[in-house]
């Protein structure tokens, strides 16, 4: 069993930044792939940004642009860098990641993303962002 501590969540203003960071432990499969997904109040939860162990990286076309996913595997901590927040932006933050399972291609990365929910998910934190 993974488990996984999210940190870094805020209020800030629209226009501002914020890392959120996140860091597994327990047993790390060689192979992994980790990332973010939100959900805001009445919404479905989706998809943000994810990162394989290989460094394989899948970003939401919502956030393109604005958000970068990086790891540290010495650490086994993914983070995402958010810049330009807006108000849409608000959500709940989690961190998920799948065992055993990277990207194989760049359709496969989408369709984890988008479509497939990781088996371990941590608590959440919480990002608001203020117009």
């Known amino acids: 069993q993974v488990q996984l501590v999210e940190s870094g969540g805020a209020s800030v203003q629209a226009g501002g930044s914020l890392r959120l960071s996140c860091v597994a432990s327990?047993?790390?499969?060689?192979?992994?792939?980790m990332g973010w997904w939100r959900q805001a109040p009445g919404k479905e939860r989706e998809g943000v940004a994810a990162?394989?162990?290989?460094?394989?990286?899948i970003v939401a076309d919502s956030v393109k642009g604005r958000f970068t996913i990086s790891q540290d595997n010495a650490k086994n901590a993914v983070y995402l860098q958010m810049s330009s927040l807006q108000p849409e932006d608000s959500a709940m933050y989690y961190c998920?990641?799948?065992?055993?399972?990277?990207?194989?291609?760049?359709?496969?990365?989408?369709?984890?993303?988008?479509?497939?929910?990781?088996?371990?998910w941590g608590q959440g934190t919480q990002v608001y962002v203020s117009s």
């Open positions: 998920a990641a799948e065992m055993g399972s990277l990207f194989y291609s760049d359709a496969d990365a989408r369709r984890k993303l988008h479509r497939d929910l990781p088996a371990s």
């Open positions: 327990g047993y790390i499969f060689p192979r992994y792939y």
């Open positions: 990162i394989d162990r290989d460094g394989k990286i």
